[in-house]
């Protein structure tokens, strides 16, 4: 059962962050009245959704997948940038933790 769940988070994290590319804006659109209203962008939202399918990837032990994630999470400027410092240190986290060179 356990295993079933695992394969469906991961299905359902794929999906989602490829919508969420979809949503997050190219930087030429980055103006005044963006930074305004970038709270009832969907995008905000779904940025918020790949940070937390992030989590669970971390409870799966999948932390290869997380920390790609991370980095494009990292990569796009304009959503969630409270957010960035948490990002930046479970990044440091993972890279530090792992024996594996992931860059």
Same mark, same amino acid.
């Given at each position: 059962?356990?295993?079933?769940?695992?394969g469906?988070?991961?299905?359902?994290?794929? =999906?989602?962050?490829?919508?969420?590319?979809?949503?997050?804006?190219?930087?030429?659109?980055?103006?005044?009245?963006? %930074?305004?209203?970038?709270?009832?962008?969907?995008?905000?939202?779904?940025?918020?959704?790949?940070?937390?399918?992030?989590?669970?990837?971390?409870?799966?032990?999948d932390?290869?997948?997380? &920390?790609?994630?991370?980095?494009?999470?990292?990569?796009?400027?304009?959503?969630?940038? =409270?957010?960035?410092?948490?990002? &930046?240190?479970?990044?440091?986290?993972?890279?530090?933790?792992?024996?594996? %060179?992931?860059?």
């Amino acid at each position: 059962m356990e295993g079933n769940l695992e394969g469906r988070t991961r299905e359902v994290s794929v =999906g989602l962050r490829r919508r969420w590319a979809e949503y997050v804006l190219p930087a030429a659109l980055h103006s005044w009245w963006i %930074c305004l209203i970038r709270h009832l962008i969907v995008g905000w939202v779904y940025t918020r959704l790949v940070f937390k399918g992030a989590y669970v990837l971390s409870r799966f032990h999948d932390y290869e997948r997380e &920390w790609e994630v991370l980095v494009e999470l990292l990569d796009q400027k304009l959503f969630r940038r =409270g957010r960035r410092g948490e990002w &930046w240190e479970r990044r440091a986290l993972i890279e530090v933790s792992l024996p594996v %060179c992931l860059i």
